[in-house]
């Protein structure tokens, strides 16, 4: 069993694919995403190629060497429309379908029918939202037998949410990789979660925070085991947004939204959030200052150490005189998201 050295759990959006396209090339090439569709509620059968076009396209085009394509919150009548829109960037381009033993046997036939064509497997997602339950490696038993052994399949055990309300999530994920590891031949297994909370005004009132990394904790527990595995478990993460992100649905044109942001940066152990402003008199001199706090870190890893570096310093050394280059919250996502890219991967063992 091999696999990628990271799989970030990103949503199919243009922050996102933004962040990978910026990326520099060895951090890039070590780096399989989990794309996720977002939500298109009520859309009709027809008008499904040109939405996953928009999404997905992007995010293709910057998955030259590989990783999964996932729609978890297309609705049943969706289905088939989506099986076959999607599949043009599976057959084509890079990515691998996904399914998982919650979806419905429809969704399951058509991923396993796209692996089949496109000859680059089937990546299983199986979500591990609380306690494991034995039950599910049944189900997932029972998802493998439909599949046949003729496709290639991934492990992608996905533990959602893993914040300080569970303690015990490694070793409910080693229950879980225990459980299934023996279920099939993986051509790749990766343990998946996300350590980053909802942001809110409150956690921000200070100007700052700092939040822990348990999925980070989480992945080195399950490591430490000596399980025959724990040296070939990938490791994924939400990137610098909540799980709870990936649910959002497009508002195409949608004003307004809250008068602050924050700019992320990430250490071996933190998740350290600054405010920033998205207007108002104050929007320049605040935005400066917040990416000024991240550089005068002594954590900060210099402007030489990734893209997300040299946006936070130019940033924060750019004069008061002009907004150029204080960015806006997509600009503070792809940030974000590249320097906590870059730095899991040089994090890494072989990054």
């Known amino acids: ?32 995403p989990l794309w996720n569709l977002p939500p298109l509620p009520g859309a009709a059968p027809a008008t ?86 034995g039950r599910l490696g049944e189900d ?13 399949v991934d492990l992608l055990l996905d533990m959602g949410a893993v914040l300080g309300d569970r303690p015990d999530a490694g070793k409910e994920a080693l229950r879980a990789l225990d459980a299934l590891m023996p279920l099939a031949v993986w051509r790749s297994a990766a ?68 008068p602050w942001g924050v700019l992320r940066y990430t250490t071996d152990s933190s998740y350290l959030l600054f405010k920033t402003l998205t207007r108002g008199p104050d929007r320049i001199a605040a935005n400066r200052a917040a990416a000024r706090r991240i550089t005068e870190l002594p954590e900060f890893r210099g402007a030489g150490a990734g893209q997300g570096e040299e946006w936070l310093s130019a940033c924060a050394h750019g004069p008061l005189s002009t907004g150029e280059g204080v960015g806006g919250p997509t600009e503070w996502l792809r940030a974000g998201n590249l320097q906590h890219m870059t730095y899991v991967v040089r994090s890494l063992p072989g990054g």
């Open 1 to 32: 069993m091999s696999g990628p050295l990271y799989v970030p759990v990103l949503p199919a959006r243009p922050h996102a694919a933004g962040a990978c396209r910026l990326l520099w090339p060895d951090i890039r090439s070590v780096i399989r």
């Open 48 to 133: 499904l190629p040109t939405l996953v076009g928009k999404y997905v396209g992007p995010a293709s085009a910057v998955s030259r060497d590989g990783g999964w394509l996932d729609a978890p919150f297309g609705e049943d009548a969706q289905t088939a429309g989506l099986a076959e829109a999607l599949s043009l960037y599976c057959e084509l381009g890079r990515l691998r379908p996904v399914t998982g033993p919650e979806r419905t046997e429809a969704q399951q036939r058509a991923a396993a029918e796209t692996a089949r064509r496109c000859l680059r497997g089937l990546g299983v997602r199986v979500r591990v939202t609380g306690e494991w339950d």
């Open 140 to 152: 997932v038993r029972g998802l493998l037998d439909r599949t046949g052994p003729e496709v290639s």
């Open 191 to 258: 343990l998946l979660g996300g350590g980053l909370p909802r942001v809110t005004a409150d956690m921000l009132a200070d100007g700052a925070c700092e939040q822990p990394r348990p999925e980070w904790r989480m992945w080195h527990e399950v490591r430490a085991t000596g399980r025959a595995y724990a040296p070939l478990l990938g490791y994924g993460d939400y990137g610098i947004q909540p799980p709870s992100a990936l649910a959002q649905a497009p508002a195409p044109g949608r004003k307004g939204g809250p």
